[in-house]
């Protein structure tokens, strides 16, 4: 049975009916997802950063006499910043970076969208030194400044696929498919 020790997801949400979310694609393929506190974690952060992030929004349209709808379209919430340990274990490491994006969605240079926060630096460079087996996959729409993690051993530009994303992942890990 594979086994990957240390998975970090950070997956995009998706309006589609059914998805595979990349968790959920390797668990079904039999690997071992050893941080699954570190995402739950990272989930109830992210669901507190969004909450910010909305209001701050209807703030900033009542300020402005515009409708928040308005003013929201096409904004990209950036990656936040986070201290949450690395506990996972084992030989080998995927660790998945994500970003929103998409038609309609306007990207900016800054921290969390077009360059990597601190919180990713930090663990993609602690993460390949700890781990022989280590692999970055990029599940992005569009260019994603990578100069300060350079020295990862393996990088995967997976492109937001879809409804099937984990899927195709734990293929692309196992060799399989067509």
């Known amino acids: 049975m594979p086994d ?52 701050g929004i209807w703030r900033e349209a009542e300020a402005k006499g515009v409708s928040p709808l308005f003013l929201g379209f096409g904004r990209v919430e950036p990656e936040y910043e986070y201290a949450l340990p690395l506990d996972g274990d084992g030989e ?36 390949n030194r700890r781990f022989r087996r280590f692999l970055l996959v990029l599940n992005v729409g569009g260019v994603v400044d990578l100069r300060p993690v350079l020295e990862a051993k393996n990088i995967l530009y997976l492109s937001q696929l879809g409804s099937v994303t984990g899927e195709v992942l734990a293929d692309l890990l196992l060799g399989q498919g067509s």
Request: proline share 2%; aromatic share 6%; with cysteine.
């Open 4 to 55: 990957t020790r240390c998975l970090e997801a950070q997956a995009p949400g998706t309006v589609a009916r059914a998805a595979v979310t990349i968790e959920a694609g390797l668990s079904a393929a039999g690997f071992s997802i050893t941080t699954r506190a570190w995402l739950d974690a990272y989930d109830t952060q992210r669901a507190a950063h969004h909450k910010d992030f909305i209001a």
């Open 92 to 127: 080998a490491c995927v660790y998945v970076l994500a970003r929103r994006s998409g038609e309609g969605t306007d990207r900016i240079d800054c921290p969390g969208d077009l360059r990597l926060t601190a919180s990713e630096i930090r663990d993609i460079l602690n993460l």
